[in-house]
């Protein structure tokens, strides 16, 4: 009877995590060469580069935009690869209040 309930249990867990899994906008990581990359987010989706941050010594942290809003959040690799990591929409822009920091 225990292997019963803990099958049943295994099984319902697999099932609730795939259907979460199968409704992410993105249902795994995208990667491809930097340059392959940038050129589609450019000609097929209108976006251009709004920001850039590093993390770490051989990451780099890219947000593309479109004009409607769309955005693109990109992690671009010191060995050439670039993955994109999130998407949405409805992008805004905020001033900067404080200085510069640097």
């Excluded at 491809?32 to 450019?42: A, C, D, I, V, W």
């Excluded at 942290?61 to 479109?66: D, F, L, N, P």
């Amino acid at each position: 009877m225990t292997i019963s309930v803990l099958t049943r249990t295994t099984c319902l867990c697999l099932a609730l995590s795939t259907a979460a899994y199968a409704k992410s906008p993105i249902a795994e990581v995208i990667c491809e060469p930097t340059s392959r990359l940038h050129e589609k987010l450019e000609r097929q989706f209108g976006s251009e580069r709004a920001a850039t941050g590093m993390r770490g010594p051989e990451q780099l942290m890219e947000v593309w935009i479109s004009k409607s809003g769309d955005w693109t959040m990109v992690v671009t690799y010191a060995s050439g690869t670039s993955c994109i990591v999130a998407m949405g929409e409805d992008w805004s822009v905020h001033a900067r209040t404080g200085p510069a920091r640097g």
